[in-house]
């Protein structure tokens, strides 16, 4: 069996069929080239082929891309001088392509040729795009689900099939950035509009509308082959094109800090592509793209970002147990937490009973979706339809007994023990004998909080992040007596809301407020010390962080900092060893300069909240040093908080896996994604190198970087985190 077959019809038209084997959405691999290639050949040779039909044997889709777990592993499989041997097998993959573009033509009269077009039943992603961006016309279904794009750089490649050459030089380099630099995927009335894509024609017309036009004997010599050929909006050294290429230039730098090697090479090869003939510019492609290829960063991002993620997503994890979906929740507490939680499940068609202490605040809680379904109305997102019928799951009352025949309480009541206790009991009063009730704290331990309950083993934490709509993350912590079946029920129902699980041991924060709060007080720390709040900010941005830790207290609040503080404070008693931090927080708290939300923090903000500057006033208490410490130290300073504290966790066994390690980083909290997370970036500095760093660190700056057991002991043995504990080795 192969993924490609062909047959000819009587008019003379080959129809070329995909069809990955095994798989509900065409991926394309290495035997898939091979056997393209063919096929092309053998159409081409054949006098009786008029022209051909690209199209897909999968229902409403034409193709996911390349299977990524091959892209990953390209770099390892290229041989002893692997950049050479990415360059020849990317410049294999342009000869296949360029092959089904020229179709035959006589290269200097452009005369002859075969037309060949492309059929879309749906979804064409990736190479599912690049492929059809060579043939000379593109169909496709008017199927409003399909998404067509080019999301390489999401996963910190770029489209590098010709894709990028193609697309830039379609539609000029301003027309293709937002596709090519935001990956940003378009349904097929959209990808017409944005020149994307040539036709949209009903679904059941799909293949004769393409068979019609290769029958047309139409012109089929590409723009670019064409004497005279001019880039539309202009080639760099052109007036608009410079304006372009100078405004992308800053627009990358600006978004990327240059940390993504993949953004920044992909407009070299559009600029320096845009210079040269078309042949010589799918070669710097495949340059450009080898150099991605080679970079640790793009396999530690499509491990984590695309692999690693998926696999947890589809329940790596999961206790081998029968299906545990969710039916219906029972969600207690309809304040920010709760009203978010109502609206990803009832989005998901799950019923909900979401109960407050009073009608007006469970209502409240219910208005959230309301609003959120309104704003996508108004954003031709959603349907009135819809919106009703997400509205009549929610049902808003103060009633416990409505949650009798839930299989599943979300509990995000106030963050107290007391409080938490009491809801627990009762609920466990009303709801059946398997009904499994999570607790969506963030800071109470999961063990204790059980012990309100008569059933532990069906005691579980399931902890979102907020804005619970916008968070990827859903950490679920198994407590002492936390038995399969919550965990199971906990997974089932994540992959229900469509979003990423990671699951952890009871620990105090869990996982990722655990690693965060070394980083945010590793900022307020240098503050004390005086590093100037400018060097702390911008190092941590120019090493990939999304904001800065000083930013991030005035996001998630000086008071909520103060709170957690003083509760650490009072269970570790002598062993606390934030002190200094809790100088500089205390004292902002006692300013009232509570973060955004008080309009004063760290940074300044205008009257409609705007954030301004970095707050001057800061420099009165905390003088700014005369010696500022170099931008390496700053940086490793803030990451190496953040990993070691991920290290421990491993070490702990709060953490089983490493790749929910990497993957919650990134997601919960943003961590370097280049990096591919905390492990991959150890991995990519080198386990020495990095027990190396922490003694220096320690020597310089205390204990708390002191090199964990498990991180010397792999420096000793030259081991990477990967090859440890990584998926491959755990399988072993
Ligand atoms: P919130 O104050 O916005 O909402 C709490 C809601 O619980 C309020 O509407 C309150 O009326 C209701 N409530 C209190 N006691 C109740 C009772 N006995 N019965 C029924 N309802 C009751 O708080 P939140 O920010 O939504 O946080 C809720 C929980 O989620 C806390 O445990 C918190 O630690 C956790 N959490 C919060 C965040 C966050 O960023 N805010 C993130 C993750 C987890």
Redesign the pocket.
């Given at each position: 069996m192969t993924d490609f077959t062909m047959t000819t019809d009587a008019d003379g038209v080959a129809t070329i069929v995909w069809d990955t084997v095994g798989k509900s959405m065409n991926v394309m691999n290495q035997q898939g080239f091979t056997d393209l290639d063919a096929l092309i050949d053998q159409a081409l040779a054949d006098d009786a082929v008029k022209g051909v039909v690209i199209t897909s044997g999968k229902d409403g889709s034409f193709a996911g891309g390349m299977d990524l777990n091959i892209i990953a592993r390209m770099k390892e499989s290229a041989g002893d001088d692997p950049a050479r041997g990415l360059f020849e097998g990317v410049m294999g993959m342009h000869a296949i392509l360029r092959k089904i573009e020229r179709a035959g033509m006589d290269p200097k009269t452009n005369k002859g040729g075969k037309p060949i077009a492309a059929a879309l039943p749906g979804t064409a992603l990736g190479i599912g795009l690049e492929i059809p961006l060579a043939c000379h016309r593109i169909f496709a279904a008017d199927n409003p689900k399909a998404k067509i794009g080019l999301p390489e750089i999401m996963v910190g490649i770029f489209p590098g099939a010709g894709g990028t050459t193609r697309l830039a030089r379609k539609l000029g380099a301003m027309g293709a950035s937002p596709l090519l630099l935001e990956g940003k995927l378009n349904d097929p009335i959209r990808a017409k509009a944005a020149g994307v894509i040539d036709e949209v024609v009903p679904a059941a017309d799909l293949l004769s509308a393409a068979k019609a036009w290769v029958l047309s004997e139409p012109n089929i010599v590409k723009p670019w082959d064409e004497k005279g050929y001019k880039m539309p909006g202009g080639a760099p050294y052109h007036p608009a094109g410079f304006m372009t290429f100078v405004g992308a230039s800053a627009m990358v730098n600006g978004k990327t800090q240059g940390v993504y090697p993949a953004a920044k090479a992909l407009l070299s090869a559009v600029y320096e592509g845009a210079l040269v003939p078309f042949d010589t510019a799918l070669k710097i492609e495949a340059r450009w793209f080898t150099h991605v290829l080679m970079n640790p960063s793009s396999s530690a991002m499509i491990r984590s970002l695309f692999i690693n993620k998926e696999a947890l997503e589809k329940g790596a994890n999961r206790p081998d147990t029968p299906d545990q979906k969710v039916r219906k929740v029972g969600v207690?507490?309809?304040?920010?937490?709760?009203?978010?939680i109502a609206l990803v499940s009832a989005l998901a068609g799950i019923q909900v009973v979401l109960?407050?202490?009073?009608q007006e605040?469970?209502d409240?809680?219910k208005s959230y979706t309301t609003a959120y379904m309104d704003k996508g109305i108004s954003r031709k997102k959603v349907t009135p339809e819809k919106k009703e019928t997400v509205l009549d799951l929610i049902t808003a009352t103060?009633d416990y007994a409505a949650l009798s025949d839930c299989d599943l309480i979300v509990?995000?009541?106030?963050?107290?023990p007391g409080?938490?206790a009491?809801?627990t009991a009762?609920v466990q009063v009303v709801t059946g004998p398997d009904c499994i009730f999570a607790?969506?704290?963030?800071?109470?331990p999961i063990s204790e909080l059980a012990k309100a309950s008569n059933d532990p083993e069906k005691f579980i934490g399931i902890?979102?992040?907020?804005p619970v709509d916008k968070m990827m993350l859903v950490e679920i912590i198994k407590g002492k007596q936390t038995g399969d079946v919550a965990v199971a029920k906990a997974l089932d129902f994540v992959r229900q809301i469509r979003k990423t699980p990671i699951v952890v041991n009871d620990a105090r924060f869990f996982y990722a407020n655990r690693c965060i709060i070394p980083y945010i007080n590793e900022g307020i720390r240098m503050v004390k010390e005086g590093v100037a709040p400018a060097l702390i900010e911008n190092a941590a941005k120019l090493v990939g962080m999304p904001l800065g830790p000083l930013q991030l207290v005035d996001e998630?609040s000086v008071d909520?900092g103060v709170k957690i503080a003083k509760a650490t404070k009072a269970a570790m008693g002598d062993a606390y060893p934030d002190g200094e931090v809790d100088e500089v927080l205390f004292w902002m708290f006692n300013q009232k300069r509570l973060g955004r939300k008080s309009n004063a923090g760290f940074y300044s903000y205008d009257d409609k909240g705007k954030r301004q500057g970095l707050w001057e006033g800061l420099s009165a208490q905390y003088p700014v040093a005369d010696d500022q410490p170099d931008l390496i130290t700053v940086q490793h300073r803030l990451l190496f908080a953040q990993a070691l504290e991920a290290v421990r966790a491993l070490e702990e066994g709060v953490l089983e896996d490493i790749r929910e390690g990497d993957v919650g980083a990134i997601l919960g909290w943003g961590f370097a994604p280049w990096s591919g997370g905390p492990f991959s970036w150890l991995d990519i500095i080198g386990t020495p190198y990095a027990a190396e760093r922490c003694d220096q660190l320690t020597a310089q700056f205390g204990t708390r970087f002191a090199t964990p057991d498990l991180l010397r002991e792999m420096a000793e043995e030259g081991q990477a985190f990967y090859a440890r504990f990584g998926a491959a080795a755990k399988a072993a």
């Amino acid at each position: 069996m192969t993924d490609f077959t062909m047959t000819t019809d009587a008019d003379g038209v080959a129809t070329i069929v995909w069809d990955t084997v095994g798989k509900s959405m065409n991926v394309m691999n290495q035997q898939g080239f091979t056997d393209l290639d063919a096929l092309i050949d053998q159409a081409l040779a054949d006098d009786a082929v008029k022209g051909v039909v690209i199209t897909s044997g999968k229902d409403g889709s034409f193709a996911g891309g390349m299977d990524l777990n091959i892209i990953a592993r390209m770099k390892e499989s290229a041989g002893d001088d692997p950049a050479r041997g990415l360059f020849e097998g990317v410049m294999g993959m342009h000869a296949i392509l360029r092959k089904i573009e020229r179709a035959g033509m006589d290269p200097k009269t452009n005369k002859g040729g075969k037309p060949i077009a492309a059929a879309l039943p749906g979804t064409a992603l990736g190479i599912g795009l690049e492929i059809p961006l060579a043939c000379h016309r593109i169909f496709a279904a008017d199927n409003p689900k399909a998404k067509i794009g080019l999301p390489e750089i999401m996963v910190g490649i770029f489209p590098g099939a010709g894709g990028t050459t193609r697309l830039a030089r379609k539609l000029g380099a301003m027309g293709a950035s937002p596709l090519l630099l935001e990956g940003k995927l378009n349904d097929p009335i959209r990808a017409k509009a944005a020149g994307v894509i040539d036709e949209v024609v009903p679904a059941a017309d799909l293949l004769s509308a393409a068979k019609a036009w290769v029958l047309s004997e139409p012109n089929i010599v590409k723009p670019w082959d064409e004497k005279g050929y001019k880039m539309p909006g202009g080639a760099p050294y052109h007036p608009a094109g410079f304006m372009t290429f100078v405004g992308a230039s800053a627009m990358v730098n600006g978004k990327t800090q240059g940390v993504y090697p993949a953004a920044k090479a992909l407009l070299s090869a559009v600029y320096e592509g845009a210079l040269v003939p078309f042949d010589t510019a799918l070669k710097i492609e495949a340059r450009w793209f080898t150099h991605v290829l080679m970079n640790p960063s793009s396999s530690a991002m499509i491990r984590s970002l695309f692999i690693n993620k998926e696999a947890l997503e589809k329940g790596a994890n999961r206790p081998d147990t029968p299906d545990q979906k969710v039916r219906k929740v029972g969600v207690i507490g309809a304040g920010m937490m709760g009203a978010g939680i109502a609206l990803v499940s009832a989005l998901a068609g799950i019923q909900v009973v979401l109960i407050d202490s009073t009608q007006e605040a469970a209502d409240k809680g219910k208005s959230y979706t309301t609003a959120y379904m309104d704003k996508g109305i108004s954003r031709k997102k959603v349907t009135p339809e819809k919106k009703e019928t997400v509205l009549d799951l929610i049902t808003a009352t103060t009633d416990y007994a409505a949650l009798s025949d839930c299989d599943l309480i979300v509990e995000a009541v106030f963050e107290h023990p007391g409080v938490k206790a009491e809801v627990t009991a009762k609920v466990q009063v009303v709801t059946g004998p398997d009904c499994i009730f999570a607790t969506n704290t963030s800071t109470l331990p999961i063990s204790e909080l059980a012990k309100a309950s008569n059933d532990p083993e069906k005691f579980i934490g399931i902890h979102f992040f907020s804005p619970v709509d916008k968070m990827m993350l859903v950490e679920i912590i198994k407590g002492k007596q936390t038995g399969d079946v919550a965990v199971a029920k906990a997974l089932d129902f994540v992959r229900q809301i469509r979003k990423t699980p990671i699951v952890v041991n009871d620990a105090r924060f869990f996982y990722a407020n655990r690693c965060i709060i070394p980083y945010i007080n590793e900022g307020i720390r240098m503050v004390k010390e005086g590093v100037a709040p400018a060097l702390i900010e911008n190092a941590a941005k120019l090493v990939g962080m999304p904001l800065g830790p000083l930013q991030l207290v005035d996001e998630t609040s000086v008071d909520l900092g103060v709170k957690i503080a003083k509760a650490t404070k009072a269970a570790m008693g002598d062993a606390y060893p934030d002190g200094e931090v809790d100088e500089v927080l205390f004292w902002m708290f006692n300013q009232k300069r509570l973060g955004r939300k008080s309009n004063a923090g760290f940074y300044s903000y205008d009257d409609k909240g705007k954030r301004q500057g970095l707050w001057e006033g800061l420099s009165a208490q905390y003088p700014v040093a005369d010696d500022q410490p170099d931008l390496i130290t700053v940086q490793h300073r803030l990451l190496f908080a953040q990993a070691l504290e991920a290290v421990r966790a491993l070490e702990e066994g709060v953490l089983e896996d490493i790749r929910e390690g990497d993957v919650g980083a990134i997601l919960g909290w943003g961590f370097a994604p280049w990096s591919g997370g905390p492990f991959s970036w150890l991995d990519i500095i080198g386990t020495p190198y990095a027990a190396e760093r922490c003694d220096q660190l320690t020597a310089q700056f205390g204990t708390r970087f002191a090199t964990p057991d498990l991180l010397r002991e792999m420096a000793e043995e030259g081991q990477a985190f990967y090859a440890r504990f990584g998926a491959a080795a755990k399988a072993a």
